[in-house]
């Protein structure tokens, strides 16, 4: 009988591998420079202290990860502030770089103007 089994699980993971063949995706990396290695082991941090705040019923350590949550979030909050306010400081045309920097961050880096409106006219692009 396990010969059985084995002859079947061989044949249909064949089948299921010719069939789903594995893809490999590249994925875009995305560049937070405003991350600082002390965030990256932060984010770390945060990581496992969840997994002990889900796992507990400890009030006084529940206290401890809400508060290093908010703390954790004030902090991502000022480093990309600091970030993005330093490239718009740096900049040679500001307005440009604060709408690329907005398109950036919304995904947004196409125009959708489709209508426009000139001296009462309604032009279509």
Not at 49 to 59: G, I, M
Not at 76 to 89: F, H, M, N, V
Not at 101 to 112: A, H, M, V
Request: include cysteine; hydrophobic fraction near 30%; proline fraction near 2%.
């Amino acid at each position: 009988m396990n010969c059985s089994f084995n002859n079947f699980h061989c044949t249909l993971i064949r089948h299921f591998e010719n069939n789903f063949p594995s893809v490999f995706k590249l994925y875009k990396a995305e560049h937070n420079d405003w991350i600082t290695k002390g965030i990256k082991i932060s984010c770390q941090r945060e990581r496992y202290l969840y997994s002990v705040y889900k796992n507990t019923n400890n009030p006084q350590l529940k206290a401890y990860y809400r508060k290093y949550n908010n703390v954790l979030k004030k902090v991502i909050i000022s480093a990309k502030k600091l970030y993005y306010d330093k490239q718009i400081e740096l900049s040679s045309n500001r307005v440009k770089t604060t709408w690329s920097i907005i398109k950036d961050l919304t995904g947004k880096n196409e125009s959708t103007v489709t209508k426009m409106e000139i001296n009462s006219e309604l032009i279509t692009i």
